[in-house]
């Protein structure tokens, strides 16, 4: 990847999360039920960059498949890629849908409490359709471009979906009602009760990052010059 894209790829994402921040953050005293609109609309356009991100880091990558590959059917992988075209474009619509969806479960259905669990019953099928929607976007842009960036294309989504629920897991909070003379401090059984679904997706975001990252790192294909067996070739075509 050039240096332009890796910018431009550090770019998006750092954009990304800072546009989501106002959707995650409508969650820090937790309530926000549903996300007033331009929360969410302004957490779309942050998923939208994360998209852009994924996209730019997958086309970085020019497919060598058709000149060193052994002989396969040629309507068998037109058919792969219009399935991965397919997966991805689903996947577009779920992240982009996600912030806006009201699902009938939790806060929504019946009154909460302001604290992490009652965020979490509330919010976690708007959470998963877009971790969802990343991973078949980022998958089916990268199968549909080679089959090489299938598992890459997969460990990108990971990432998304895991920095998401990195953030929400360490931004929704709770809200105290507490008397005159303050709220007698938090035991740790007590803050565990409280934050214990924070814990959880933070814990899974990052693993999800980590693994993720490995994933991207280890199954990214060499380029088209090595798969070749070529060698760069001196200037003037001196040795």
């Given at each position: 990847m050039s240096?332009?894209?890796?910018?431009?790829?550090?770019?998006?994402?750092?954009?990304?999360?800072?546009?989501?921040?106002?959707y995650a953050g409508s969650h820090s005293g937790g309530g926000g039920f549903p996300p007033p609109f331009w929360n969410s609309l302004i957490a779309t356009f942050g998923v939208l960059c994360l998209l852009i991100a994924s996209g730019v880091a997958l086309t970085s990558y020019r497919d060598a498949d058709r000149s060193v590959g052994g002989p396969s059917p040629e309507q068998a992988e037109s058919n792969g890629s219009r399935v991965?075209?397919?997966?991805?474009?689903?996947?577009?619509?779920?992240?982009?849908?996600?912030?806006?969806?009201?699902?009938?479960?939790?806060?929504?259905?019946?009154?909460?409490?302001m604290d992490p669990q009652?965020?979490?019953?509330?919010?976690?099928?708007n959470i998963l359709t877009l971790d969802l929607g990343f991973v078949l976007v980022a998958w089916g842009w990268g199968a549909s471009r080679s089959r090489r960036l299938s598992l890459p294309g997969l460990g990108i989504g990971w990432v998304l979906g895991g920095i998401v629920l990195l953030m929400?897991?360490?931004?929704?909070?709770?809200?105290?009602?507490?008397?005159?003379?303050?709220?007698?401090?938090?035991?740790?059984?007590?803050?565990?009760?409280?934050?214990?679904?924070?814990?959880?997706?933070?814990?899974?975001g990052v693993l999800l990052v980590v693994l993720g990252s490995l994933l991207v790192v280890l199954r990214w294909p060499k380029s088209p010059g090595a798969a070749l067996g070529g060698s760069p070739q001196l200037k003037g075509g001196q040795s």
């Amino acid at each position: 990847m050039s240096k332009v894209r890796k910018l431009a790829f550090a770019a998006l994402v750092a954009g990304g999360v800072i546009l989501f921040l106002p959707y995650a953050g409508s969650h820090s005293g937790g309530g926000g039920f549903p996300p007033p609109f331009w929360n969410s609309l302004i957490a779309t356009f942050g998923v939208l960059c994360l998209l852009i991100a994924s996209g730019v880091a997958l086309t970085s990558y020019r497919d060598a498949d058709r000149s060193v590959g052994g002989p396969s059917p040629e309507q068998a992988e037109s058919n792969g890629s219009r399935v991965a075209i397919v997966a991805a474009a689903f996947g577009f619509v779920l992240a982009v849908s996600a912030p806006f969806m009201v699902f009938p479960v939790g806060c929504n259905i019946a009154t909460c409490y302001m604290d992490p669990q009652g965020a979490w019953s509330t919010i976690w099928p708007n959470i998963l359709t877009l971790d969802l929607g990343f991973v078949l976007v980022a998958w089916g842009w990268g199968a549909s471009r080679s089959r090489r960036l299938s598992l890459p294309g997969l460990g990108i989504g990971w990432v998304l979906g895991g920095i998401v629920l990195l953030m929400l897991g360490l931004l929704i909070g709770y809200s105290t009602g507490c008397p005159v003379n303050g709220c007698p401090p938090l035991t740790a059984s007590g803050w565990w009760s409280l934050f214990w679904p924070d814990v959880i997706a933070g814990s899974l975001g990052v693993l999800l990052v980590v693994l993720g990252s490995l994933l991207v790192v280890l199954r990214w294909p060499k380029s088209p010059g090595a798969a070749l067996g070529g060698s760069p070739q001196l200037k003037g075509g001196q040795s």
